[in-house]
């Protein structure tokens, strides 16, 4: 039986009270109603409603049935795959005849994930790069502007003189690896 979330328990049976407590009318109103949730057939209507009245909005829990580490089938997938953790789980359904579906679900039960591989290709963009900055230094210590704000909802025309126009300008390059620089102007 399909697993429904609170909220969707909860319009599932106020849609069965509207309808008359019907059964499949509620399965046709509700599809109507949601369409793009899933939609519970009369028979799970009936489960939900008689699960509700025993124990109220609680969600069914899930059996897993393949907690036995001593489990003969999953000591020897697990055997395989220590082996060869590039092995496909076909490969050991031909090899052991334990049906690729639970060769998945003992995989599972035990917490492994079959990840992918990444393909990427060799770093060698930093010979191709070139990086340059430069910076002003002016003789009052002020260095940039960027930080200087003046929060307004009007614009105030914020200005400051500046008395001393004596400045240094200072550009550095790194190019295949190499320094270039510094350079004063």
């Known amino acids: 039986m399909a697993n429904y979330a609170p909220t969707e328990v909860v319009d599932i049976l106020i849609t069965f009270g509207e309808c008359g407590r019907n059964y499949r009318l509620?399965?046709?109103t509700y599809t109507e109603r949601f369409p793009n949730r899933r939609y519970p057939t009369a028979q799970q209507i009936m489960n939900i409603e008689r699960r509700s009245r025993n124990n109220p909005l609680q969600r069914e829990r899930r059996r897993n049935r393949l907690h036995n580490n001593n489990d003969p089938r999953?000591?020897?997938?697990?055997?395989?795959?220590?082996?060869?953790?590039?092995?496909s789980t076909r490969q050991v359904e031909r090899e052991l005849g334990i049906p690729q579906i639970m060769v998945h679900r003992l995989l599972r039960s035990v917490n492994y994930h079959p990840y992918h591989i990444t393909l990427v290709q060799e770093l060698k963009f930093f010979s191709n790069v070139c990086f340059s900055d430069e910076a002003t230094f002016i003789s009052n210590g002020s260095l940039n502007r960027h930080n200087y704000h003046y929060w307004s909802p009007e614009n105030p025309h914020w200005y400051r003189e500046v008395l001393n126009q004596h400045r240094l300008h200072v550009w550095v390059g790194i190019c295949n690896g190499e320094v270039i620089g510094p350079h004063f102007f």
Do not use: C, D, G
């Not at 055997?79 to 060869?84: G, I, Y």
């Open 26 to 28: 509620t399965a046709r």
């Open 74 to 87: 999953l000591l020897a997938v697990l055997a395989m795959v220590h082996q060869n953790p590039h092995i």
